[in-house]
Nanobody
């Protein structure tokens, strides 16, 4: 599966952005989807994941209550709605896919999209 992330940009603290990640192929609904982020000089970190039919979601503690992951299997797309953004959310955001893994270890995800940059100004 190939992944294409979009929706990043520059926003002021307290603002919102919605990231999208469109997947190619006809088996999108059989993949767990995740979002990760990586700031300069830091390791890639888990943000959120969502199971095949959206019945299960997971979030990093740092984004709980502010970010929401969702998916539309008919559109082969996963979303990350980001509200009340903070300067520490500034990073390149990546979407990832795996057949079964729903956890937070980046190395367990088999497919990755290119990053989309999110910059939050104070």
């Amino acid at each position: 599966v190939q992944l294409q992330a979009s929706g990043g940009g520059l926003v002021q603290a307290g603002g919102s952005l919605r990231l999208s990640c469109e997947a190619s192929g006809r088996t999108f609904s059989s993949y767990v989807m995740g979002w990760f982020r990586q700031a300069p000089g830091k390791e890639r970190e888990f943000v959120a994941s969502i199971s095949w039919s959206s019945e299960s979601t997971r979030y990093a503690d740092s984004v709980k209550g502010r970010f929401t992951i969702s998916r539309d299997n008919a559109k082969n797309t996963v979303y990350l709605q980001m509200n009340n953004l903070k300067p520490e959310d500034t990073a390149a955001y990546y979407c990832a896919a795996d057949r079964s893994y729903t956890g937070s270890y980046a190395s367990r995800y088999d497919y990755w999209g290119q990053g989309t940059q999110v910059t939050v100004s104070s």
